[in-house]
């Protein structure tokens, strides 16, 4: 066993001896020494219950004849760090999440390791710590949060919340409308109810192989969600036994099936950050351009918050991520040879599948779309391309010129909307939010909430070389490379631009001359950081592009 370089012998008496003041047994020390990574803490509603999933994973793997030691992960909770410095600390973590959990993995030699996460950076950060180990791993997610319901009986989210806030500013909600939201939004822990980031990417560790069916849309609140934990803690131990490892499932193949699944479900534009990272800690390269390619040839499927009225308790009732796997392998979208974390393939896992709701998951005949769920944009705004998701613009917005309002920051931006001076047809540009420029590339919940809350959804654009959180719908193009903080071409957009967007051609395109554009580039410098000094300051130096998946170097 790997854990034998911390246990057999006589030169490791000495690590014993620290065994035995933690209370383990020689005993239990004879047994597979399982590491249980747990992203447990007060602060994140996603994660509140990982205490009881922990529980439940050290069950199993006890069951299964292993001994399990528990270690913790930080998260951040996006929606309370958002609109304010905080949303700078997000994307960065993902990374820190990535380095601790390596750094505790191999200086204490465990033979396998049980990954819980829940919410956005810290569900890809163990994936790509996973990769990086590279010893048997596998995944149990803290599951999704139930829909709210207001008092009239509609179901509700924190996508609606956000744009109460936009309502109330354009006089379209009182304070007690935005009360009634801010009580009903969230009813439940777990990961909030839409298809956001963090339901994305934990849908998207079932499709890529790394999670047991239903990780991605068993409710938190259930006690099915407890039986899957200790079943994830027996499955350690078998895949301790076989050896196999992440690197073993996580192949080019499992990543075009991942990729193939997020544009059916119509998941978050943050996992074109997250695929390419994950990838690369694999030695594999997604490139952007790829993503056109998939989607050109995978129908929409789903249509979940926010672009539906439909939740991720829905979606399991209709058969989960396996369910749309299903669908999609009709067309032969998939690569069904694949191995993945129950020791058996793909085609193997998906036998007897049902798809028991085809309003929620369209037929592969039927869907919503013949193309996916979010699409890469290139043009001379954005050389290097920007994504947005597709399946949530209004189909009035697929296509779109207006002049450029031109905003420093997000903070400018939100100021200019809530004072009511953005009009229909505008396109709204806030940049120097990139990797580097923020630096930490924020999301832009706060403006793209506000801009539909006030009823601009279907009239006006937003372009960034920010991110937007899963929550945001609407014309939000994001990701915008090279970033303006690298002289990309975003830095050079003045007031009254002509900005034309072609969503089906997946063209962005900014209406002015070369020579134009050659004086302005010649005038330009870039600011000084808005953050010198800490955490932010070392990530804006190693950062890469959004293109690439804002990976360190």
Known sequence: MRSDNVKKGVPTAPNRSLFYALGYTREELERPLIGVVCSYNEIV???MNLD???????????????????FPAIAVCDGIAMGHVGMKYSLVTRDLIADSTEAMAMAHQFDGLVMIPNCDKNVPGLLMAAARVNIPTIFCSGG???AGRLNDGRRTCLSHMFEAVGGYYAGKLDEAGVEEYENAACPTCGSCSGMYTANSMNCLTEAIGMGLRGNGTIPAVWSARLRLAKHAGMQIMELVKKDIKPRDIMTPAAFHNAETVDMALGCSTNTMLHLPAIAHECGIELDLDLSNEISSKTPNLCHL???GDTYMEDLEGAGGVHAVMMELN????????VMTCTGRTLAENLEGVVNRDHNLIRPIDTPYSPDG???????NLAPEGCVVKRSAVAPEMMRHQGPARVFNSEEEAIEAIYAGKIHAGDVVVIRYEGPKGGPGMREMLNPTSAICGMGLGESVALITDGRFSGATRGASIGHVCPEAAQGGPIALVEEGDQIAIDIPTCSIQLLADEETLAARRAAWTCPEPKIKTGYLARYAKLVTSAARGAVLE
């Open 52 to 70: 009881k999933i922990a529980e439940a994973v050290k069950a199993g793997v006890r069951a299964a004849g292993g001994t399990p030691i528990e």
């Open 144 to 146: 999704p949060m139930l």
């Open 373 to 379: 769920g979010i699409a890469v944009l290139k043009g």
């Open 305 to 307: 918050a926010p672009a």
């Open 330 to 337: 009709k067309k032969g979208l998939l690569d069904t040879s």
């Open 45 to 47: 509603p996603g994660h």
